[in-house]
């Protein structure tokens, strides 16, 4: 006899301008089966439905897109629910800044983050569209299959 085990899994996500978002999304979507939800889309905040959440979209002004964290603020988590966060960023070393936002309004909900992801991803915004933009051509095959690593890791985390 066996047990088997079915997890419910959702990638909520906004992605504007070159679409770098998205792919991460949908590379982390295959890789373990999950839900893609739009989140201009999908305005209905109850994730009850999912044992694994992620939660991502570019970074604009230094934090997620205002409408995730706003999402995030009303949203309604499974008890024991993973919830993980994404993001593309110009400069995604500087993560840690970018996520933190995002991670604060779910940790108001007593909701703890099992782990974290940004990419680069190619960014025209402000001083960086003067410049032609930086990071053109990502995300790339290789970020992208980080993404689906990341993915199976999380859900990986649930067993």
Same mark, same amino acid.
Request: with cysteine; glycine share 10%; net charge positive.
């Given at each position: ?12 996500? +906004? ?6 978002? *998205? ?23 109850? *994730? ?42 110009? *400069? ?12 604060? +309004? *779910? ?37 992208? +299959? ?14």
């Amino acid at each position: 006899m066996y047990l088997v085990i079915i997890m419910r899994s959702a990638i909520v996500y +906004e992605s504007l301008h070159h679409g770098n978002t *998205l792919k991460v999304a949908e590379a982390m979507a295959a890789a373990i089966g999950a839900d893609l939800l739009r989140l201009r889309d999908r305005r209905k905040a109850d *994730l009850h439905d999912y044992d694994l959440v992620g939660l991502g979209s570019g970074i604009y002004g230094s934090k997620h897109h205002r409408d995730l964290l706003a999402f995030a603020a009303r949203a309604r988590f499974r008890d024991g629910a993973q919830v993980f966060l994404f993001s593309t960023a110009g *400069l995604p070393l500087l993560s840690g800044i970018w996520h933190r936002a995002l991670r604060a +309004e *779910l940790e108001k909900k007593g909701v703890p983050v099992a782990g974290e992801l940004c990419l680069p991803g190619y960014d025209t915004y402000a001083i960086f569209g003067l410049l032609g933009g930086i990071n053109r051509g990502r995300p790339t095959d290789r970020d992208l +299959e980080r993404a689906s690593e990341f993915a199976r890791l999380m859900a990986g985390s649930r067993a």
